[in-house]
C-alpha cells in the first residue's frame, strides 16, 4: 500500500536550485536510503514531507490518516516532562489518562469510597487503552537507547546532547508511524546499540526514508535507494553496495547513449555544410528540420563526481621508533564514575588500532590520556617513543576557530603559506571558488570536518589520534580517508563508529566496557565475527534457561510494598508480564517451526514466495529474541 507519494519537487536558496525533479513514492514495507553528497539538499527534502517547508513547485501527498514521525538532526526536544513523558508524546490518549490515574491515585490517599471508585474506572481505562503494555514496550525501547527504569522518571532538562538525541530517535520509533523519516539515526549510537536498531527498523511495517553516511547501516537496513540530484531522482531498488555498481553500469549507458548522438549529429552537420549549396541542396535542409527537432541527449549527472575530489594525502614524515608509546597503570574516573583502571597498552609502529566500546565506557577519554590530553586526576604513565609527530583529530572540531576564514586557519599553523598556496591546498579537500574566503562560522559540520583534517594534514606526522573522524564526512570523503589510512606508513589509534572505516582501516582492536580494557590482536572484521558467535552463545544459554524456567510454577514474589500502592501495582504487572512473555515466547517460537517446515517445503521456483516467508521467520526471530531480554530483565526484577 502506497503511503507517500512526491512528485516533481523543486527547491532551492537564493535563486540556486537544490533539486528540480525529486519523484519517488514509498509503500509500506519500503525502507528507502536517500543518498547524495554534503549540501545535496536531502534533509530539505525530508522538511518538505514532513509539511516544514513549501517547495516552489511539485507536491507531497501523504495517504490519509498516515501518521509520520521525523528524527531530526538537530535535536529539537521539548524541555517539558520526563523521559517517560517524552517517549509517550504521541499518544495523547494515554498521556491524559496518566495524568488523570496519577491525581485520582493521589485523591484515594483519602480513602473516601468516590475517591476510590474514580481510582478503580481510570484503572480499567489505563487497561482497556492498553496504557501497560505501551509502557512496557516504551521501557524496552528505551533500555536499548541506553535510558535505564530509573532514566525515565529523569527531567528533559538534565539530558546531555547526546541522551538528547537518542531519546528524540526513541520518540520517533515509539510514534508508530505509518511514515518514518530518520535524518543520520546512528549519529550518537554505539555499535551495539546500531545492529539493534538496524533489526527493530527491519521488522517495521511502516515506509522508512533515512539519511546516513553510515554504509553498512544502509545495507543491513534498506531495499531501496533513492539518489538526490540537481536534476533529477534516481530511484534503485535494492541497497546500497548495489546500488554503487548500478549507478556506475547506468552511467557508462548513459554516456554511450549520448556519444552516439553526438557522433551522429556531426555526421549529420557534416553532410549539410558539404551538400547545402548543391545538387543535394534539398536533403541537406530536410536533415538540418530534422537536427532542429531533435532533442539532445544531456550527459548524464554524476552527483558523486566533485564529492570524489577529495585528496587526503599525508606529508612525508619521520620514521619513528619500533615502540610508539607504552602505557601502565591507567585509570580514569568522569563525574564521580570510574571508567576504566590499570590499564596497560604497548603499541608498534605501523599499527592501527581502534578503540570500541558502549557509549560512555571512556573511549574518548582514554583516547585522550594516551594523547597526552587527560585531566589532572587521571592516574598512570605514558612512555612515548623516539621521533614522534603527532596530530590530533577532535570530534567536537575544537582545534577550529570560527572567526577565521580556512585560509587563515592555514597560515595559523604554516606561517611561511601565502594566500594563493593555502588556496591551492585547500582545493584538494574540496574548498573551491569563495569558500577559503568565507567564515569557518558560517561552515556545515561535513565541511569543517573536512577542515579539520586539511589542518591536521599540513604537516608531516607519523603517529595520529583520530576521534570519530567520519561523523560529519559524505560516503566518497570517508572512503578516500580509508584509503589514505590504510597506506599510511605512521601509527593511528581512532575511535569509530562506522563499521566499514572499522573494517577497512584496523589491525587490531582495543575494547573498552565495564571498566576493563582488552586489546584483541585481529581486526575490526574478524573481532566482529567472534562478537557474534559469543553473543549468539549467550542468547541460546538464555533460550535454555527460559525453557527451563516455564516448565517450573511461577513463584510468587514477596511484597514489601505494602506502604506503597503505585509501587504494588507496579510489582503486580511485572508478575503478570512474565507470564505473557512466557506464553508468548512458547507461541512465537512454536509459529518459527511451522514457518521452518513451510520453508523446507517450498519449491525452489517459487523465490517470491520463499523470500517472503524468510522476512517473516526472521523478524518473528527478533521479536522472539526481545522478548527473551525482556523476560530476563523482568524476572530478575521481580525475584529482587
Known sequence: MTVLEVSSLKFGYLGESLFSDASFSLALGDRAAMVAPNGAGKSTLLRLIAGELEPEAGFVV????????YYRQSHELSDHGTVLDAFLSGFREIVTLREQLAAAEHNAASGSAEALSELGRLQDAYHVAQGDALERRVAELGSKLGFAQRDLDRQVTTLSGGERGRLLL?????????????DEPTNHLDLAT??????????????VLLVSHDRAFLDATTNKTLELGVRSLRVYPVK???YVVAREVDLERERAVVERQQEAIAKTEDYIRRNIAGQNAKQAQGRRKILERLERAENPEDIWANAERVAFRFAPALRSG???????GLSASRGGRSLFQNVNLLVSRGERIAIVGPN????????????????????GSVKRGTNLQEGYFDQHLGELDPSLTPIEEMRRIRGDLNADGARQYLARFRFWGDDPLRRIAGFSGGERSRLALAKLLLEPRNFLFLDEPTNHLDIPAAEILEEALAGFEGTVLFV??????????????LRVEDGTCELFSTNFRDWSEQEQLRLTAQAEAMRARVAASAKEAPVAGRSSFEDNKAARRDQERKKRRVVELEKEIAQSEARVDAMRVKLREHSPDEWEKLAELAQQEQALQRKIDSMLMEWAKVSEEVEA
Do not use: M, P
Not at 501523504?62 to 514521525?69: D, M, Q, T, W, Y
Not at 546500531?194 to 515506509?207: F, K, Q, T, V
Not at 560512555?360 to 592516574?379: C, I
Not at 569509530?496 to 582492536?509: A, K, M, Y
Open 62 to 69: 501523504r495517504r490519509k490518516e498516515a501518521r509520520l514521525a
Open 322 to 328: 619500533d615502540i610508539v608509546l607504552e602505557a601502565k
Open 496 to 509: 569509530s563508529h562506522d563499521r566499514r572505516f572499522l573494517e577497512n582501516v584496523s589491525t587490531r582492536v
Open 170 to 182: 526513541g520518540v520517533s520509533l515509539a510514534s508508530d508511524a505509518e511514515i518514518l523519516l530518520l
Open 360 to 379: 560512555g565506557a571512556g573511549k574518548t577519554t582514554l583516547l585522550k590520556l594516551l594523547a597526552g590530553r587527560g585531566a589532572a586526576e587521571d592516574q
Open 240 to 242: 546500497y553496495s548495489d
Open 194 to 207: 546500531i545492529r539493534w536498531l538496524e533489526g527493530y527498523l527491519r521488522g517495521l511495517r511502516a515506509a
